[in-house]
């Protein structure tokens, strides 16, 4: 039996008819969610149970065969893009969930997708917590793996904050099982918090306790348009007075005309400038509804000069829900545009407005023709920086000549050049620019502590490829 054959025989051991080889069954494992990054499996393994998980990497482990873990493969930075010749381990199978203890926290599968995380949490009479734009089909283990941010960080904190435990199978095929649901649980290292965020590189994360929480009794979305950057920026002390701030979001009026268009409406308000929208919840308010607790602090921004044509206010799940849309709508309104280039970086709150202000010119002199589309997290200074062609697609020379000017504009404005989506395979270069070599060099350690054989996302964090 030679070496390939003994390690596909190995394979199909470790979880028999959880195999697939064929090209055409392996197409939606091997491209990423973008579109823009490509690639080529020997097989992807799909196991039901952490036995099966663990005895997967145990074969790849001694037959020195790379394992790209992938959840819902809604990556944006080419994390869960298999290299040439590695097998891609999907937990999407992994979906058994567990009660919902009496302290709120929950143990799931790491399959199980953020939406039905949240239904489990709705039946039970409270909230995940945490919210994606791909919930639907982003799931809890690469959630997890991702540290996770989205729309709700200012109340509900990233995926972190939201996990108490984790169960992770190493390289070799060990089980990690830190599960528990203790609030206090001081002894040793805290694996959890290194596994999540490592972004597949150090363990596959089988399953996650998820901390649920009590949801609001009453919720309200604020729209604002604003003339610019420079009267958003103004008003954010004031905007982080709203009561009961969930999530406070913002977008270029030209993106909000992206997502009216993608909705096949027009928006509810003036859209040039810089749109902020805020969600509001609250169990407690007391002596009103939200919407009259939150009055004074929108008359102050209207006496700051946001007229009123320019607040549109919901209060009704449906009148939320079509508010929201205008912002949330919006990446899907540049898929449809064309594969763009996508970036997602944070900078100072200081720099925030000449950063936003700059960036076009930045982009424009390296590629007059493209075009930028912004959006992003306000209380966060997050920037989600999306540049189409003006047709087809960038020729990827022109594609990475794009990521260096943004990232070098973040970098020299004190930022970070993953405020949430990762490294990845797109940044390993910028993870040294930004954290130095000590750092790196610590991070190196730890890998090849845990993964001697670097078989685990190799290329991902670190340029071992």
Same mark, same amino acid.
């Given at each position: 039996?030679?070496?390939?054959?003994?390690?596909?025989? +190995?394979?199909?051991?470790?979880?028999?008819?959880?195999?697939?080889?064929?090209?055409?069954?392996?197409?939606?494992?091997?491209?990423?969610?973008?579109?823009?990054?490509?690639?080529?499996?020997?097989?992807?393994?799909?196991?039901?149970?952490?036995?099966?998980?663990?005895?997967?990497?145990?074969?790849?482990?001694?037959?020195?065969?790379?394992?790209?873990?992938?959840?819902?493969?809604?990556?944006?930075?080419?994390?869960?893009?298999?290299?040439?010749?590695?097998?891609?381990?999907?937990?999407? =199978?992994?979906?058994?969930?567990?009660?919902?203890?009496?302290?709120?926290?929950?143990?799931?599968?790491?399959?199980?997708?953020?939406?039905?995380?949240?239904?489990?949490?709705?039946?039970?009479?409270?909230?995940?917590?945490?919210?994606?734009?791909?919930?639907?089909?982003?799931?809890?283990?690469?959630?997890?793996?991702?540290?996770?941010?989205?729309?709700?960080?200012?109340?509900?904190?990233?995926?972190?904050?939201?996990?108490?435990?984790?169960?992770?199978?190493?390289?070799?095929?060990?089980?990690?099982?830190?599960?528990?649901?203790?609030?206090?649980?001081?002894?040793?290292?805290?694996?959890?918090?290194?596994?999540?965020?490592?972004?597949?590189?150090?363990?596959?994360?089988?399953?996650?306790?998820?901390?649920?929480?009590?949801?609001?009794?009453?919720?309200?979305? %604020?729209?604002?348009?604003?003339?610019?950057?420079?009267?958003?920026?103004?008003?954010?002390?004031?905007?982080?007075?709203?009561?009961?701030?969930? =999530?406070?979001?913002?977008?270029?009026?030209?993106?909000?005309?992206?997502? =009216?268009?993608?909705?096949?409406?027009?928006?509810?308000?003036?859209?040039?400038?810089?749109?902020?929208?805020?969600?509001?919840?609250?169990?407690?308010?007391?002596?009103?509804?939200?919407?009259?607790?939150?009055?004074?602090?929108?008359?102050?921004?209207?006496?700051?000069?946001?007229?009123?044509?320019?607040?549109?206010?919901?209060?009704?799940? +449906?009148?939320?829900?079509? %508010?929201?849309?205008?912002?949330?709508?919006?990446?899907?309104?540049?898929? +449809?545009?064309?594969?763009?280039?996508?970036?997602d970086v944070g900078v100072p709150a200081a720099e925030f407005r000449a950063f936003v202000e700059s960036l076009s010119s930045v982009v424009h002199a390296v590629e007059p023709s493209a075009i930028p589309v912004l959006f992003g997290h306000f209380a966060e200074s997050n920037i989600h920086v999306n540049i189409l062609p003006a047709e087809g697609t960038f020729p990827e020379p022109v594609a990475e000549a794009l990521e260096d000017a943004v990232l070098e504009h973040v970098l020299s404005a004190?930022?970070?050049?993953?405020?949430?989506?990762?490294?990845?395979?797109?940044?390993?270069?910028?993870?040294?620019?930004?954290?130095?070599?000590?750092?790196?060099?610590?991070?190196?350690?730890?890998?090849?502590?845990?993964?001697?054989?670097?078989? %685990?996302?190799?290329?991902?964090?670190?340029?071992?490829?």
């Open positions: 039996m030679d070496f390939d054959s003994e390690f596909d025989a +190995a394979l199909d051991a470790a979880a028999p008819g959880r195999i697939l080889r064929d090209v055409d069954a392996m197409a939606r494992y091997s491209t990423d969610w973008t579109g823009r990054w490509t690639g080529s499996p020997r097989a992807v393994a799909r196991p039901r149970t952490v036995e099966q998980v663990a005895a997967i990497l145990a074969a790849c482990t001694e037959h020195r065969v790379a394992v790209v873990a992938q959840g819902g493969n809604t990556g944006l930075v080419g994390g869960a893009v298999p290299p040439s010749g590695s097998i891609v381990l999907s937990t999407e =199978a992994l979906t058994a969930t567990g009660p919902v203890r009496e302290n709120g926290s929950v143990t799931v599968g790491a399959g199980v997708t953020l939406h039905d995380l949240e239904r489990l949490a709705q039946e039970n009479g409270m909230t995940a917590g945490l919210a994606l734009a791909s919930g639907a089909s982003a799931t809890v283990g690469g959630v997890a793996a991702t540290n996770a941010g989205g729309a709700r960080v200012l109340r509900y904190g990233t995926a972190r904050d939201r996990i108490s435990g984790v169960r992770a199978v190493l390289a070799h095929g060990d089980v990690i099982d830190r599960r528990s649901a203790l609030r206090k649980d001081n002894t040793g290292y805290d694996l959890t918090d290194l596994v999540v965020g490592s972004e597949g590189t150090l363990a596959v994360i089988t399953d996650v306790t998820w901390k649920l929480v009590a949801p609001h009794s009453d919720r309200v979305v %604020l729209a604002m348009s604003f003339t610019d950057a420079q009267a958003a920026t103004d008003a954010l002390t004031t905007l982080l007075s709203l009561p009961g701030l969930d =999530a406070l979001e913002w977008a270029e009026g030209s993106a909000v005309e992206r997502a =009216a268009a993608q909705l096949d409406t027009t928006p509810p308000l003036p859209s040039d400038g810089f749109w902020v929208f805020a969600e509001l919840g609250d169990s407690h308010v007391g002596g009103g509804s939200l919407v009259d607790v939150a009055e004074p602090v929108i008359e102050s921004l209207s006496a700051s000069g946001l007229s009123e044509n320019r607040i549109a206010v919901a209060a009704s799940a +449906a009148d939320r829900r079509t %508010l929201w849309s205008f912002r949330e709508r919006i990446t899907e309104s540049i898929s +449809a545009a064309g594969i763009p280039v996508k970036l004190g930022g970070t050049v993953s405020a949430e989506h990762g490294i990845g395979r797109v940044k390993t270069r910028w993870l040294n620019r930004q954290r130095g070599d000590v750092q790196v060099r610590a991070m190196d350690a730890l890998k090849s502590a845990w993964d001697p054989n670097r078989i %685990l996302n190799p290329g991902v964090l670190f340029d071992d490829r």
